[in-house]
């Protein structure tokens, strides 16, 4: 079963990270272009919380449906239900190493599809694409981070 692992550090509290990453925004904020979010339903993040969405790459709509689990303050999972992933969770573990600093940890568990949707993924999801992907959401991740806090400057990592 592949997986993928990234790491980064953010100039921001545990507090403000995960306040971050519950706002229903989010998703669309950290979705790299070209791929375009369309949002269906979006839940607050919570215990069990759903997000229905559809994924545009191109002319392709990669439907989703995520359920969040193992909500805490210092991340949680959220599990592809329905999806073009035979197997899709992705863990956010955020950790704290000041008051104004946290390390976002991102885990990917993932499986391919048979036939042509595992054709799809294995192209979407390979190795390169995953690492553009979250050298993106770390760069939106800083910039929102800043514009909300007013604070200058960014933190080394990855």
């Keep these: 079963m592949p997986v993928f692992d990234y ?9 403000a990270v995960r306040d971050f990453h519950r706002d229903t925004s989010a998703l669309r904020r950290l979705t790299p272009p070209p791929t375009i979010v369309q949002l269906h339903s979006v839940e607050p993040l919570g215990e069990g ?17 995520a359920i969040h689990r193992n909500v805490t303050d210092r991340g949680f999972t959220d ?8 197997k899709w969770e992705h863990t ?13 940890r991102e885990h990917i568990e993932y ?25 993106y959401r770390m760069v939106a991740t ?13 933190t080394a990592g990855a």
Excluded: C
Excluded at 49 to 65: A, C, D, E, K, M
Excluded at 79 to 86: D, I
């Design 7 to 15: 790491r980064f550090t953010v100039r921001a509290s545990l507090a």
């Design 49 to 65: 919380s759903v997000s229905r969405f559809t994924l545009w790459v191109g002319p392709l709509p990669l439907h989703w449906t």
């Design 79 to 86: 599990v592809q239900q329905e999806g073009p992933a035979a």
């Design 92 to 104: 956010h573990t955020f950790v704290p190493l000041t008051s104004d600093s946290t390390e976002i």
């Design 111 to 135: 499986e391919h599809r048979p036939g042509p949707w595992g054709i799809v993924t294995r192209l979407l999801f390979s190795k390169p694409n995953l690492y553009f992907m979250f050298s």
């Design 142 to 154: 800083r910039w929102y981070l800043w514009r909300q806090s007013g604070q200058p400057g960014r």
